[in-house]
């Protein structure tokens, strides 16, 4: 489903930007990588936590673990979903016990998706703490949760879509705003 | 997509999207049982019953941990302990089960076509866990998702399903399922057992084991149901295990890779071999972890739906 673009909000280099600035707060922020992880969240999650993964690599020449989580089965909306997500694996190959765990997505909502990812995370294991990225926090929260790295904060009204797309999974970077017709 | 229908009777007319959804969604459901914390909140507050007329350990166990793994509530009913022994219908036993906020009832049936009647009386969905000599669908598709692990595909695959046919609801649910993806499906077992026109099904009969196991890829094996062998159709079991017991000797006549399936619970010595049943082209535990993956997807498939909804972030 295509809808119309209102605006265009980051192309490539704007993402590109994004991930540097975002890379740098992470490892200021915990004095070093030692002790770091990177979740994402599929789909596009996991694509965003590669690039910070290969930006820190430039910037402190360490390779940080990189794990992918699928939250579908900690949803909380299963009976109002109209057709079920397709369920990916979650792969994780390394123990999160005592890792500061950085949980990765493109969009922040509503905070249910974060939501669930907390409770697949504590699931596999017990880790020190949780630091959540986003590349574009919209609002609109429905759970008290907040990030601490954000892209770009963009204030959307509820009948707006955020759309990212990656080079990876759609072929192109862009993050456009779109309008929903109901 | 959701499973596009109230119940799950059988594999006879589920297509192979269909087929195909519930065996990709079995995947990740194995990734949870094979974690430290096999639990997923997914169907938190949700009842699933398991109402058993006949005797059974794998299958039920298997829909009660599978339950269990996604935080449903599992309560099982066994005919024997039930007031099905003080004279309660089937019909009223479900409709008492279902006035209780039963969301999913398992139901086993020693008569084909219960669990149909059943479904049309209940608000629950109804998953039919073997019914008779009818169907026995999360059997036939466990079956169909360990194939596809060690083969990489069900397309083009020759299949022989060996033993008694004519009792067997297994066969018949694997029957469906196997031709539905594109394998080529053989049965075989002594002339009695073989139900009539059961080549109108698309399979090819055999009465040789030796032909039917001719270059197969998968060796399907029935238990011989003792139980219901009570009319003599065959003359006596050390005769039948003679002639149709899978053995290492008739095993060179398949593919080099062969599988061997077993549904359980397994007559050693009678429809297979000792050593047979513990090699390793033989995938009889798989098969049984792969039920509860199978049975999570199902619960999992048949818990969804309802109206429309936006996407979560």
Redesign the interface.
């Known amino acids: 489903m295509s809808l119309p673009v209102k605006a265009h909000l980051m192309d490539s280099e704007g993402i590109r930007r994004a991930i540097t600035r975002i890379a740098h707060e992470i490892v200021e922020k915990n004095q070093g990588v030692e002790e770091l992880v990177f979740v994402g969240i599929r789909r596009r999650g996991v694509p965003l936590a590669q690039r910070l993964r290969e930006k820190i690599a430039d910037i402190e020449g360490l390779q940080i673990p990189l794990g992918a989580l699928d939250i579908t089965l900690y949803r909380d909306d299963l009976t109002t979903l109209h057709v079920q997500p397709l369920i990916h694996k979650t792969e994780v190959p390394f123990s999160i016990d005592g890792k500061i765990v950085v949980l990765v997505d493109d969009v922040l909502y509503t905070g249910r998706t974060v939501r669930a990812a907390l409770d697949a995370l504590m699931d596999i294991g017990r880790p020190q703490a949780i630091q959540l990225a986003v590349l574009i926090d919209r609002g609109h929260r429905e759970l008290p949760i907040r990030a601490d790295f954000v892209g770009k904060n963009v204030p959307t009204a509820k009948k707006e879509n955020i759309s990212v797309r990656l080079q990876e999974i759609d072929g192109d970077d862009v993050v456009s705003i779109q309008e929903i017709s109901f | 997509?959701?499973l596009q229908r109230k119940d799950l009777l059988g594999l006879r007319g589920m297509s192979a999207q269909e087929i195909t959804?519930i065996l990709?969604?079995a995947?990740?459901?194995r990734?949870?049982i094979q974690?430290d914390?096999k639990?997923?909140?997914?169907?938190r507050g949700k009842t699933v019953v398991c109402l058993f007329y006949e005797a059974s350990t794998r299958t039920r166990t298997s829909f009660e941990l599978a339950g269990k793994y996604?935080s449903a509530d599992t309560i099982n009913i066994s005919a024997s302990t039930s007031s099905v022994v003080k004279g309660e219908s089937l019909i009223d036993t479900g409709k008492t089960i279902d006035a209780m906020g039963a969301d999913i009832i398992v139901i086993r049936h020693g008569a084909s076509g219960a669990p149909a009647m059943l479904g049309k009386h209940v608000k629950a969905r109804i998953i039919n866990a073997g019914d008779g000599a009818h169907e026995h669908p999360t059997q036939g598709l466990l079956d169909m998702l360990t194939i596809r692990e060690r083969k990489g595909k069900l397309e083009g695959l020759t299949v022989t399903i060996l033993g008694d046919i004519l009792h067997s609801r297994v066969a018949r649910s694997n029957i469906w399922g196997l031709t539905t993806m594109g394998a080529k499906v053989r049965v075989c077992g002594p002339a009695t057992l073989l139900p009539p026109e059961i080549e109108s099904l698309g399979v090819k009969a055999y009465t040789s084991v030796e032909e039917a196991l001719e270059g197969a890829d998968v060796v399907n094996v029935l238990r011989m149901q003792l139980e219901r062998q009570q009319k003599g159709l065959f003359p006596t079991i050390r005769e039948y295990a003679r002639l149709y017991a899978l053995n290492q000797e008739r095993l060179k006549r398949c593919k080099s890779d062969v599988l061997v399936l077993h549904p359980g619970p397994m007559n050693r010595g009678i429809e297979i071999a000792n050593d047979v049943a513990d090699a390793d082209f033989a995938a009889i535990e798989e098969q049984v972890t792969n039920g509860v993956a199978v049975r999570m997807a199902i619960l999992?498939?048949m818990?969804?739906?309802?109206?429309?909804?936006g996407?979560?972030?």
């Open positions: 997509m959701s959804h990709d969604t995947l990740p459901m990734d949870v974690r914390i639990k997923v909140p997914t169907l996604m999992y498939l818990m969804g739906g309802g109206a429309a909804h996407s979560v972030h």
